[in-house]
């Protein structure tokens, strides 16, 4: 069945309008989040829950049925907006091919699962794909490996281009590279009608002005999975089809930046180093707020991760040095740091709810996109082209010209 994405989208942008008032407010920025008025009973639950329930309802395929009623309705509905058809759902169509050196493990997983729904999906593609914003071309080399076309491979990082050559050279394929900026003019003559163009995870303006620059000059076949959308020059985000300009809803950077916060592939330590930053990050501010008497957070930039190596007292002084900050007079660096970490676990907790958002919003960006290639003359069909728990970014949209 052909799915409708047009009236998905509509229902979409009227559910997320709805309840913008869940997803819009940051709990980091300030407490207590607006929303807490209207849900007193959720956000006591919320409020309640300890470190290590948090951290359960934060993993992927959480159990919310000890949570309260409007909790479990906005996460059914986000759950239905959010399901996508599996574009590689047959592994028999998966040409059994071992992993190549050098390629890590869930790389080789996103490779061969997009290189397959490229193949499966895009059978009338010329066979000399172009690989866009390539890195080292795992991608371009496992297409021209399987085809055994003319790849090129585009990509604006001189040394992968050359680990990228290498490593084609080695495999005895005679992929092309050509180092380049997307952005800047000339490598879209590299966008000719009947080459076929796969970007994976090519960062927001990336795989945008791909799309655009392939609708100008009349690119055949497109396969795109588009990643960290926050990744753009302006502000708020700019739709790129005519159904969003008129959906009634704008997106900031903020917002985008939602989509790209998931933790699933996070290692246990990397997901420790976060928290002890935030936490540390809330004490200071906490401190800060109580000398200024302004109750909202400032956030004070990036700071080098040997500043978390260290304890909380030499962070905070490396910050306030920097920053030209006056701690308070009455400093206690343990009880500001214990704050710290009890703020955090209360946004963690209240973040639930913002939480139920991440996919849908990410779905209602597929969907402009989708809509874009559509209003552009374009049969399109997207899904998930591997499991979310090799990549989050698992959404995958394939283009034909009519
Ligand atoms: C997230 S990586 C994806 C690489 C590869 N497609 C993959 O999936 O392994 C994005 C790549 O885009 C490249 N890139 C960033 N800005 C670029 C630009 N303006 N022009 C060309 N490539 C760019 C980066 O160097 C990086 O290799």
Redesign the pocket.
Known sequence: MVENYQQRFSKLSEWLRRWSGLWVPRPFVGLPVSWEADFPDLARVLRALSEAEIDELESPGPDFSHLPEDFQGWAQQAKEFSQWPDLAKNEDLLPQVARPRRVPGK?WE?VRHFAAACLTHLPAANRDWL?W????G??GRTLAAWTEGQVTC????QA?CQDGETLSAKAGLTTRFVS????ADSPQTLLDPERPVA?????GE?HMRLMQSAVARGVAHLAVAP?CYHRISVDPYPPMSEAARQSGLTLGRHHLRLVAFDEVLASPKRKRLRRVEQAWRLGLDLGLGESSGEDRYRPLGPAPRSWFRNDFAFFCSQMAERQELTLPPAWHPAQAESRGWQRLRTVRALGLVRGLFRRPLETWLILDRVLYLQESGYHVQAGSFCPYTVTPRNLLIMAQGR
């Open positions: 790389k996103q690989d914003c390539a890195g080292k795992h991608l585009l990509e604006q990082n992968l380049a900026d997307v952005l970007a994976l995870h090519a960062c990336l990643c």
